[in-house]
T-cell receptor
Framework: AQSVTQLDSHVSVSEGTPVLLRCNYS??????LFWYVQHPNKGLQLLLK??????LVKGINGFEAEFKKSETSFHLTKPSAHMSDAAEYFC?????????????FGKGTKLSVKP | NAGVTQTPKFRVLKTGQSMTLLCAQD?????MYWYRQDPGMGLRLIHY???????AKGEVPDGYNVSRLKKQNFLLGLESAAPSQTSVYFC????????????FGPGTRLTVT
């Protein structure tokens, strides 16, 4: 079975400082992993995805994530936070063992950015 | 190109009432999904469809029904609403299976009193 654990429910950073949002996964197969972002009162938007190509994945808005099989991690980073990055971020894994339509979402990490 | 749209945006129901949420996409996507989002729970899949005329159960299907009579529309029905169905509902679509990007609608906030 597949699962994801987001290690922090809330992260607060100052504008211009690095962002690190942590995600560990569990998967019986070579996983497909995603990060989605949800701005307040909006739907979710794909930031980036990993599907067994390069282990360092670059996404939109300067975010990137590194797939580390040995650590079963897929942490999301950004070198310099911007006020517009304040949102909730979801780490997501494809569920191979379940129904075709199944993504498994983490519980989310709310990112606050202080001026 | 509107992407994924949802109707209505807000709704308040009394226990036992019924309603239908409408999702429409104009990207010619095969797959469509209904999720619910509850605080601290992430998103959970209710039902999904892999093509016109097909539907399948997700993680939390009880109390909901769906239909996909047209490729561009995916309807979510609540036959007899319960307070436990108070949630924000999101529709999404993808070109093919979940390895492809899912495009989300803006959500419907439903309150059942």
């Amino acid at each position: 079975a597949q699962s994801v654990t987001q290690l922090d429910s809330h992260v607060s950073v100052s504008e211009g400082t690095p962002v690190l949002l942590r995600c560990n996964y569990s998967s019986s197969y070579s996983p497909s992993l995603f990060w989605y972002v949800q701005h307040p009162n909006k739907g979710l938007q794909l930031l980036l995805k990993y599907t067994s190509a390069a282990t360092l994945v670059k996404g939109i808005n300067g975010f990137e994530a590194e797939f580390k099989k040995s650590e079963t991690s897929f942490h999301l980073t950004k070198p310099s936070a911007h006020m517009s990055d304040a949102a909730e971020y979801f780490c997501v894994v494809k569920n191979y063992g379940g129904s075709q339509g199944n993504l498994i979402f983490g519980k989310g990490t709310k990112l606050s950015v202080k001026p | 190109n509107a992407g994924v749209t949802q109707t209505p945006k807000f709704r308040v129901l009394k226990t036992g009432q019924s309603m239908t949420l409408l999702c429409a996409q104009d990207m010619n996507h095969e797959y469509m999904y209904w999720y619910r989002q509850d605080p601290g729970m992430g998103l959970r899949l209710i039902h999904y469809s892999v093509g016109e005329g097909t539907t399948a159960k997700g993680e939390v299907p009880d109390g909901y029904n769906v239909s996909r009579l047209k490729k561009q529309n995916f309807l979510l029905g609540l036959e007899s609403a319960a307070p436990s169905q108070t949630s924000v509902y999101f529709c999404a679509s993808s070109y093919r299976d979940v390895a492809y990007e899912q495009y989300f609608g803006p959500g419907t906030r439903l309150t059942v009193t």
